[in-house]
C-alpha cells in the first residue's frame, strides 16, 4: 500500500512538473489495458510486470486502471458482442482452434466474448488515448499549473520552511 | 530526481530485489498456507453450496507433479444433522502438465475410496435455515409440481378406494338414493291411469247417446203390431211392409250406430294393450337405467395398484426431476452446425454470467476438464456404514466430441450393515450426437426399504408398510435431457403391513389380499416428454385387491340390483295393481252393455225382416189361391159344369 500511495504521488508531482509527460501519457495508457483486463488472467500479469521492471509510471497505471475499470464495466455489453462477432466469424475459426490449444494462450481466457471485445478496444484506443493523454497534460500544465503558482497563496507556501524542508528532503530520497 | 543512464533509463533495475522478494513469499504461502487456506475455502464454498456443514479432514497439493490428495470428506446430512449423508475416505489425483499449461484439467486416473452413509458425527454439523425464497413458500415451478402430485394421489386415494370403502363401509345403504324421483314407469302409469279415467267418462256418455233397449222393445212391439197374414187387398199388404221397412231401417240404423260405437271400444281397448306394453317396457328401462346411474367404483388393478403405490414413488419422480434440472445446468452444451444436423466439435459456446466462454477444440485436442478413469472401491468392515465397491468412472469431459468417449459409470457392490446386497449400477451418458443420450441402469438384489412408510392415508383406509426386503431393477433412458422411457420393477419380499380402517369389511378386504400374496411386484413405466410424468403402475396387490374387492362388491351390488327391482316394484305396483282393475272394469262393463245391445239390435233387426219375408209370402200364397179360384169359376162357367 505505502509503495501504491508512493507511486500516486509521484504521479502527482511529475503531473505538476515540466517533465515525465510521455512517462505519464504510457502510464495512463496501460492502465487502460490493465483496467479493460480481467483481474486473473495472463495478459493483467504480463502487464504488471511490464509495469514493474520498465519506467512507465506505476501510479499512472493504477489511477488509469482504477478509472478504466469503471469505463470497462459499462461497455461490458458492447464488449461482449463485439467479441461474440470476432470469436464466432468462420474466417478466423482456424487461428481461434490453434490458439485455443497452444500451450500458455488459453491462460489469457481470449476466448471469453468480454475478454476479446475489450482488449480488442483497449487495442484500438491505446493509440489515440497515449496521445490525448499527452496533450490533456500538457494543457493541464500550461493552463491550471501555471496559474495555481501565480497565485499568492501558493507563493505563500513555497516561502515556508516546511515546504523547503519538503523539496530538499525529495531530492534526496524523493521516488520516480 | 535523479537522471538514469543507459538501460537504467528503460528499465527499473531496482525492482529486481522487492519483485524476488514477492516471488519467496507466494513460494513460501503455496508451501504453508495455501493448502490450508483452500480446505478452508472448499469446506465454506461446498458448505454454501449444499446447504449442510461439509468437513475436509486433509488437503493436500503437490506443484510439482500437480497432485490432490483430500482425504475424509464429511458431508452433513441435512435432514439428520448428527449424521452423514455420505463420507469419502479419499479422494486423490494428479493432473498433466501439458494439459494445464493450456488452461486444461486432464486427469489421467482419480481414485475415491472409502465410501460411506449415514456414519455419526462427532458433534451435529451445521444447517443453513431456509433461505427467505424458502421461507415465503416453493417456487411457482414446485408448487405447480406438488399441485399435480397432490391432485394425482388424492385423485387415485379418494376416488378408487374410497368409492369401492365406501361401498363396503355401508352395506345399509340406499341405492337408489337420490335418484327415485326420476323413475318414468311411475309417471307414466299415472298418466295412463288418468287417460283411462278420461276414456271411461267418454264412454259413459256415449252410452248415453247409444239406443237404449227399450228403444229396441219398442220396436218389437210396433213390429208386433204389423199385420203379416190374410191380407183383404193389396194395399193392405203394402202398408205392412211399408211398416216393416221403415222398422228394419230403423233398427240397423241403430245397429250400425252400435256397431260404431264396438269398433270404436275394441280399438281403443288395443291401444290400452299396447300402453300397457309400453309400461312394462319402460319399467324394465327404467330398471336398467337405475342400475346404470348407480355409482359403482371403477375396480382395475391398475388403478388399485396406482392409489396404493403412487405415494411410494413419487419421491423417486420428486428426485427425477431434480436431477434433469442439474443435469441441465451443469451439463456440457451440444451444439448443432449451423444448417446441419451433426455437432461442431470445433466451437461449444459456454454461457457465462459475464460474456460467453467458447471452446475451441479439435479432435484429440484436450477438452476444458477430462478425467479419464476414476477408480472408485471402498471395503466393508472398516466401519459398520462402509460397503464392498468397486467400479470406475471413464472419460469425464466437457467436450465429449474432443475426446470421442462417452462418460461411462460402472459400479457394484453391497453394504451388508445397511442390508444392502448385489448393488450394481451403469450409467452411459454420450453427448457426441446432435441429441444426447442417457443410458441409466440399477439393480439391488436385495436391501431394506425403509420403514414405517405410509403408503395410503384416507378417510377410508390407512396402510403402512412396518418391514420389508425388496429388490429393484431400473431402467432410464433419456434422449435429448426431454424424451424418455422408464421401467421400475420393484418388488418387495416379506413385507409386513399394518392396515386400520373404520370398516372392518374394508380392513379384511386388505388383509385377505396382502395375506394372499407371498411377495409383492410393482411395475412402473413411463414413457414421455419431461416434465410430464405419466406413470403407469401395476402390482400384483393390485390385481388381488381388485379381486377382493370385486367379490365384495358384486355382493353389494346384486343386493343393490335387488333393492332397486324391489323399489320399483313397489312404487308402481300400486298404481298398475288400480290401472289393471280400472281396464278391466271398463272392459267388462262397456264390453257386456255394448254386446247385449248389439244382440238386440241384431234381433229385431232380423224379426222385421223375418216378418218382412212372411208377409210377402202369405201375400203371394193369397194372391196365388185368388187367381185359381177365379180361374176355376172362368172355366166352369166356360164348359158349363
Known amino acids: 500500500m505505502t509503495l501504491l500511495l508512493k507511486q500516486i504521488f509521484a504521479f502527482l508531482r511529475l503531473l505538476n512538473s515540466d517533465t515525465g509527460t510521455e512517462q505519464l501519457a504510457a502510464g495512463l495508457t496501460m492502465g487502460l489495458f490493465l483496467g479493460f483486463s480481467p483481474f486473473l488472467s495472463l495478459q493483467t500479469l504480463l502487464f504488471l510486470f511490464v509495469l ?59 476466448n471469453n466474448s468480454i ?59 524523493g521516488a520516480q | 530526481m535523479k537522471e538514469k543512464k543507459g538501460l537504467g533509463k528503460i528499465i527499473r533495475f531496482e525492482a529486481i530485489i522487492p519483485f524476488t522478494i514477492i516471488i519467496l513469499l507466494i513460494v513460501l504461502y503455496t508451501k504453508f498456507f495455501f493448502d490450508s487456506h483452500m480446505k478452508s475455502a472448499l469446506e465454506w464454498g461446498m458448505t454454501k453450496a449444499l446447504g449442510a456443514e461439509v468437513n475436509i479432514a486433509s488437503f493436500q497439493t503437490k506443484i510439482s507433479d500437480l497432485s490432490l490428495k483430500i482425504q475424509k470428506i464429511e458431508i452433513t446430512d441435512a435432514q439428520a444433522p448428527h449424521q452423514n449423508s455420505i463420507q469419502i475416505g479419499e479422494i486423490r489425483f494428479s493432473a498433466l502438465w501439458d494439459a494445464i499449461l493450456r488452461a486444461k484439467l486432464v486427469v489421467n486416473e482419480a481414485a475415491i475410496e472409502q465410501i460411506e452413509f449415514s456414519v455419526p458425527r462427532k458433534k ?17 415451478m414446485d408448487k405447480i409440481k ?68 227399450e228403444e229396441f222393445k219398442a220396436l218389437g212391439d210396433r213390429m208386433g203390431k204389423v199385420k203379416t197374414s190374410n191380407f183383404k187387398n193389396p194395399g193392405e199388404l203394402a202398408s205392412s211392409l211399408q211398416e ?14 252400435i256397431d260404431g260405437a264396438n269398433k270404436d271400444l275394441t280399438s281403443d281397448l288395443k291401444r290400452i294393450d299396447s300402453e300397457i306394453k309400453s309400461i312394462e317396457s319402460q319399467v324394465k328401462n327404467d330398471i336398467k337405467d337405475l342400475e346404470n346411474r348407480i355409482k359403482l367404483p371403477k375396480l382395475d388393478a391398475q388403478s388399485l395398484a396406482t392409489s396404493v403405490f403412487m405415494g411410494y414413488l413419487s419421491p423417486y419422480k420428486d428426485q427425477m426431476l431434480k436431477y434433469k434440472a442439474m443435469a441441465l445446468k451443469y451439463m456440457p452444451p451440444n451444439l448443432k452446425k449451423k444448417g446441419g444436423n451433426e455437432p461442431d466439435p470445433s466451437m461449444q459456446p459456454r454461457p457465462r454470467a459475464n460474456g460467453v466462454s467458447y471452446e475451441f477444440g479439435k479432435p484429440m485436442a484436450y ?37 470421442n468417449e462417452p462418460i461411462v459409470a460402472d459400479l457394484k457392490g453391497n453394504f451388508p450393515a445397511s442390508q444392502v446386497e448385489g448393488f450394481r449400477t451403469q450409467l452411459t451418458y454420450d453427448n457426441r450426437k446432435a441429441e444426447s443420450l442417457v443410458d441409466f441402469q440399477l439393480a439391488v438384489a436385495s436391501y431394506k426399504v425403509p420403514a414405517p412408510k405410509t403408503l395410503l392415508e384416507t378417510k377410508d383406509i390407512n396402510l403402512v408398510l412396518n418391514e420389508s426386503n425388496a429388490r429393484l431393477n431400473l431402467g432410464l433412458q433419456l434422449i435429448d435431457l426431454k424424451a424418455y422411457t422408464l421401467n421400475i420393477q420393484n418388488d418387495l419380499t416379506s413385507a409386513q403391513f399394518a392396515v386400520t380402517a373404520p370398516q372392518k369389511i374394508v380392513k379384511e378386504v386388505f388383509e385377505s389380499a396382502l395375506s394372499s400374496l ?119 162357367k166356360l164348359f158349363g159344369k
Open chain 2, 367 to 403: 477438452p476444458l476438464v477430462w478425467i479419464k478413469k476414476t477408480r472408485i472401491t471402498s471395503q466393508a468392515g472398516s466401519s459398520p456404514y462402509s460397503g464392498n465397491i468397486e467400479g470406475e468412472i471413464r472419460h469425464i469431459s466437457t467436450n465429449q466430441l474432443l475426446t
Open chain 1, 115 to 173: 475478454v476479446m471485445g475489450s482488449f480488442l478496444a483497449a487495442l484500438v484506443l491505446c493509440v489515440p488515448t497515449y496521445f490525448a493523454f499527452k496533450s490533456l497534460i500538457l494543457k493541464y500544465r500550461a493552463t491550471v499549473v501555471a496559474r495555481i503558482k501565480e497565485t499568492k497563496i501558493w507563493k505563500a507556501i513555497t516561502a515556508t520552511k516546511f515546504y523547503n524542508w519538503y523539496i530538499s528532503y525529495d531530492k534526496l530520497y
Open chain 2, 518 to 636: 407371498p411377495e409383492i411386484t410393482l411395475t412402473a413405466k413411463a414413457k414421455s416428454q419431461l416434465p410430464n410424468f405419466p406413470l403407469n403402475i401395476d402390482s400384483n396387490l393390485g390385481r388381488e385387491l381388485g379381486k377382493a374387492f370385486e367379490k365384495e362388491l358384486k355382493a353389494q351390488v346384486d343386493k343393490a340390483k335387488k333393492a332397486l327391482q324391489e323399489q320399483i316394484d313397489r312404487e308402481i305396483s300400486k298404481n298398475k295393481a288400480a290401472l289393471d282393475k280400472q281396464i278391466n272394469e271398463f272392459k267388462s262393463q262397456i264390453q257386456g252393455r255394448l254386446d247385449s245391445l248389439k244382440n238386440q239390435a241384431e234381433g229385431q233387426k232380423k224379426q222385421a225382416e223375418n216378418q218382412i219375408k212372411s208377409s210377402q209370402k202369405s201375400s203371394e200364397n193369397k194372391a196365388k189361391e185368388q187367381i185359381g179360384k177365379e180361374a176355376e169359376k172362368a172355366l166352369k
Open chain 2, 124 to 140: 451435529p454439523g451445521y444447517v443453513a435455515p431456509p433461505t427467505s425464497s424458502e421461507e415465503e413458500g416453493p417456487s411457482a
Open chain 2, 244 to 257: 216393416l221397412d221403415k222398422i228394419v231401417k230403423e233398427a240397423d240404423k241403430k245397429y250400425k250406430s
Open chain 2, 146 to 213: 406438488d399441485q399435480a402430485l397432490d391432485a394425482t394421489q388424492k385423485k387415485f386415494s379418494n376416488n378408487v378406494l374410497g368409492d369401492a370403502a365406501s361401498w363396503l363401509g355401508n352395506p345399509d345403504q340406499d341405492p337408489l338414493e337420490g335418484i327415485k324421483g326420476s323413475v318414468q314407469s311411475k309417471a307414466l302409469i299415472e298418466a295412463f291411469e288418468k287417460e283411462i279415467e278420461s276414456k271411461k267418462k267418454g264412454w259413459e256418455k256415449r252410452f248415453a247417446e247409444l239406443p237404449k233397449p
Open chain 1, 52 to 110: 514493474f521492471f520498465f519506467r512507465i509510471q506505476i501510479g499512472a497505471a493504477f489511477l488509469g486502471a482504477f478509472f478504466f475499470k469503471f469505463v470497462a464495466f459499462l461497455a461490458d455489453p458492447l464488449a461482449d458482442i463485439l467479441g461474440r462477432i470476432v470469436l464466432e466469424a468462420e474466417a478466423l475459426r482456424s487461428l481461434w482452434v490453434t490458439l485455443y490449444n497452444m500451450p500458455i494462450i488459453p491462460m489469457t481466457r481470449f
